[in-house]
Nanobody, 127 residues
Framework: QVQLVESGGGLVQAGGSLRLSCAASGRTFSTHNMGWFRQAPGKEREFVAALSWSGLRKDYTDSAKGRFTISRDNAKSMVYLQMNSLKPGDTAVYYC????????????????????WGQGTQVTVSS
């Protein structure tokens, strides 16, 4: 079991930066691939970024490449999403999630593969 709590969201102007944090609890955190997803009003939840349990493999949605960076600190049971050059289109509730498998060799990008979720943190980017 993994419990997740996100923080760091807020209101920022276009071009600004935010760093989202995800605090995890549970003995198996360090064995799960982790992901960030987001959901805008009226839209489905979508993949943003993910990284492997080791932190060595990463994947990003095209719109996040070059602007967002996902990282983790297994010793602190934390996952981060550094977001730079934010755009109004990035406005959404951001969710941290843990892959349903342990020690997976595949960094997955679909919500169905993640069965541990946080409550979300709101990110609003003004133009």
């Amino acid at each position: 079991q993994v419990q997740l709590v996100e923080s760091g969201g807020g209101l920022v102007q276009a071009g600004g930066s935010l760093r989202l944090s995800c605090a995890a609890s549970g003995r198996t955190f360090s064995t799960h691939n982790m992901g960030w997803f987001r959901q805008a009003p009226g839209k489905e939840r979508e993949f943003v970024a993910a990284l492997s349990w080791s932190g060595l493999r990463k994947d990003y949605t095209d719109s996040a490449k070059g602007r967002f960076t996902i990282s983790r600190d297994n010793a602190k049971s934390m996952v981060y999403l550094q977001m730079n050059s934010l755009k109004p289109g990035d406005t959404a509730v951001y969710y941290c999630a843990a892959d349903r498998e342990q020690y997976s060799s595949v960094v997955r990008t679909t919500t169905a593969n993640y069965n541990y979720w946080g409550q979300g943190t709101q990110v609003t980017v003004s133009s």
